[in-house]
């Protein structure tokens, strides 16, 4: 059974820093590729970050290039989002997903999820 747990979301005031973690049971994540979204309610899931299933290829929405970092620790099978200069815009529920193949923004092509980890910042 496959299972996508995350950790390190939180209360953090504008201009912190917070790091996400999503730890893999039954998947081996560098045989995936991964990526972060995120939502506010009521809107539509946002693609954040993403690394490709090979090697280290990394892609950012526009809107957290230069700020967040999307990284992968083969050894302890666990993807990181770290997230510096947070904004009030950055407030949202940040979810980790996974996929065999695909590691484009459409949320609706991944296979597997985190159960999200709530991230609120404070101005």
């Known amino acids: 059974q496959v299972q996508l747990v995350q950790s390190g979301g939180g209360l953090v005031q504008a201009g912190g820093s917070l790091r996400l973690s999503c730890a893999a049971s039954g998947l081996t994540l560098s045989r995936h590729a991964v990526a972060w979204f995120r939502q506010d309610p009521g809107k539509e899931r946002e693609f954040v970050a993403g690394?490709?299933?090979?090697?280290?290829?990394?892609v950012y929405a526009q809107s957290v290039k230069g700020r967040f970092t999307i990284s992968r620790d083969t050894a302890k099978n666990t993807v990181y989002l770290q997230m510096n200069s947070l904004k009030a815009e950055d407030a949202a529920d940040y979810y980790c997903?996974?996929?065999?193949?695909?590691?484009?923004?459409?949320?609706?092509?991944?296979?597997?999820w985190g159960r999200g980890t709530p991230v609120t910042v404070s101005s």
């Open positions: 690394i490709r299933y090979s090697g280290s290829t990394t």
């Open positions: 997903a996974a996929d065999d193949l695909y590691s484009g923004p459409n949320w609706r092509q991944y296979d597997y």
